[in-house]
């Protein structure tokens, strides 16, 4: 799986957008872009994942630049909720052998939520 | 809304000792998974488990771990003889057949003394 590479911490008021940068220069062109995060020793929750479009659900939106090489995830009005650490991970879907493959998880951005 | 659960939440063995952690997964799921995450460090792939047999294994998972699927709902992860550095929390996860979506459970905090 491709190495991705993200800031350490963050800061974001409340209540305005946060904008997490992801970069992966050597995604290969069958590898996905997912985004979980982990809230305090929680178990890790899916936001969003996409290939090549743009992307946007109830959690987030999710902006992948053309060349495939980094991605934003966006979380549109932040609240004291979405404190946790985020991890943007690039993976195939499934492997060789069909099935899914693991996760690997980097150290991720913590964003700290200001009130 | 559907959900893995663990249990138990916490567990607390001697060393040397033998511990089962227990999942549910999430009821039409394919692929199950085991994680783990030592205090202060990044989660870690244990092994994934699809069509009754391991898929993948890190190499964390060693002989002295392995996993079952005993019915149609539980996912077991056993230690067999646990060491101090087993300590950590053990995720359990699960997906469905596009394996995209990793749903993962509120873990089980294993203490070895």
């Known amino acids: 799986d491709a190495k991705t590479t993200q800031p350490p911490s963050m800061d974001c008021a409340e209540g305005r957008a946060a904008n997490l940068p992801c970069n992966h220069s050597?995604?290969?062109?069958?590898?996905?872009v997912y985004w979980y995060r982990q809230i305090h020793s929680q178990g890790p929750q899916y936001i969003i994942h996409g290939l090549k479009n743009n992307e946007t659900n109830e959690m987030a939106s999710l902006i992948i630049t053309e060349d495939r090489k980094s991605s934003t995830l966006i979380l549109p009005h932040a609240t004291l909720r979405d404190t946790a650490v985020y991890y943007c991970i690039v993976r195939v879907a499934r492997g060789s052998s069909g099935s899914a493959r693991q996760l690997t998880f980097g150290s991720g951005t913590q964003l700290t939520v200001l009130p | 809304e559907p959900e893995v659960t663990q249990t138990p939440s916490h567990q607390v063995t001697q060393m040397g000792q033998e511990v089962i952690l227990r999942c549910v997964p999430i009821s039409n799921h394919l692929y199950f998974y085991w994680y783990r995450q030592i205090l202060g460090q990044k989660v870690e792939f244990l092994v994934s488990f699809y069509n009754n047999e391991i898929s993948e294994k890190s190499e964390i998972f060693d002989d002295q771990f392995s996993v079952e699927r005993p019915d149609g709902s539980n996912f077991t992860l056993k230690i067999r003889s646990t060491k101090l550095e087993d300590s950590a929390m053990y995720f359990c996860?699960?997906?469905?057949?596009?394996?995209?979506?990793?749903?993962f459970g509120p873990g089980t905090r294993l203490t070895v003394l």
């Open positions: 050597t995604i290969s062109g069958n590898e996905y």
């Open positions: 996860a699960s997906s469905g057949l596009q394996g995209n979506e990793q749903f």
